[in-house]
């Protein structure tokens, strides 16, 4: 059995419409091979087959895990309690369980990174999570090297490379592996789904890394659209912050995906809205909420079904909406009444960025 390097799909020449298709003259020949799909995702950028199907993903991470010596998980830091993969977590208890977490180079360029460990720690800690954290860009490799030694150091030699679905697993292994040329290298994509099976390097140092289909945690609001859409809410650019006054009567949201309006709070109170994608928080008025529910004319489809729920944020604390951003609330303490497709999960966390300062301001 022989598996495309890029994605880990099973090589064949049979159906052209399927994982894994090369055709039978390219196949014949020995070696690594790209499959057809990787091929055209790394040179046109599409992907004319879709993700990996959910099932199939999360059955080969299971197996690949019970015979790992070790679990990198990696996290999308700008997605963070959505990009947890919890059945993942779960299946480590006994073995030692690393996260990677993923794209510090979106934080905005002031961020303290040893303040974003600190609030990874307690995070967490919180989640009573127990795994070893490292903050890490694999785009652009920072902090790649120091886990490079933190994996050395633990003298494990099979590790597998696994999270939710474009968390950047494939990038990071690519830059831990350090390949000597591009056709070697997992394939890497904006497109969620990307992976299909495991697929192995070996590195004479560290031993074989595995990479894995990404997981997909229930409530994501981007994986709800198709995936030509969920591209646009995919964290790409760097976090943004928009900031409005959020006194009550107040309301800021995403267009077409979130509303969120103040019920109380005090005259001053300011709202930040972060994305770090296309999507951008908005300030909009609280007598309009269905024009901010229905999507742009010509944009993403829409969500059909909302459902709303109030929450007292705290000054210093913010909602994440997952698959989206977050909303953070400064100054004064606020209820908000925050209005979300149905299915999609929100979680209230102290603040990510200047978390400390922002809080004392009661
Ligand atoms: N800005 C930034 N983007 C990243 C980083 N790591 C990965 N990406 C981008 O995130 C997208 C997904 O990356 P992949 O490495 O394919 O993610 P994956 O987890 O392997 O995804 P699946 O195989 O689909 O589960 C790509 O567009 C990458 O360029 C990072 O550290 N910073
Ligand atoms: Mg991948
Ligand atoms: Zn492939």
Redesign the pocket.
Known sequence: MRQCQGCGAVLQSGEAGRPGYLPQHILENRGKALCQRCYRIRHYGRDELG?VAEKKASEAVMQAAASAEAVIM?VDLMDFEASLSWDLIRSCRHTPLIAAV?????LPAKTRHREVMDWIRKRFSELGITALPAL?????GEGVDDLRYFLEALEHRRWLVA??????????INGLMQHQSSGDA??????????QDTVSWEDCRLGRFT?S??LIPAGRLCDMLPQEHAVAF???QRLQGKVYPFAAGSSMAVKGCAFAESLAAGSDTVAVGFTASNAVWQRSSCDNRSYWLEPTPGSFPGFSDFRAVELDVGAGQEVLVHGLGWLAIRRHDCRIRLTVPSGVKYTLRQNLIGGRRHGAGR
């Not at 890490?136 to 652009?140: G, L, N, P, Q, R």
Request: proline share 11%; net charge neutral.
């Open positions: 993700p990696v993923n794209k510090a180079d979106l890490v860009s694999a785009y652009t999270g939710a679905s474009n968390s950047g697993k494939s990038t990071l997992a394939t890497v994509s904006r497109f969620p789904g990307t992976t990479d289909p990404g995919i964290p790409d």
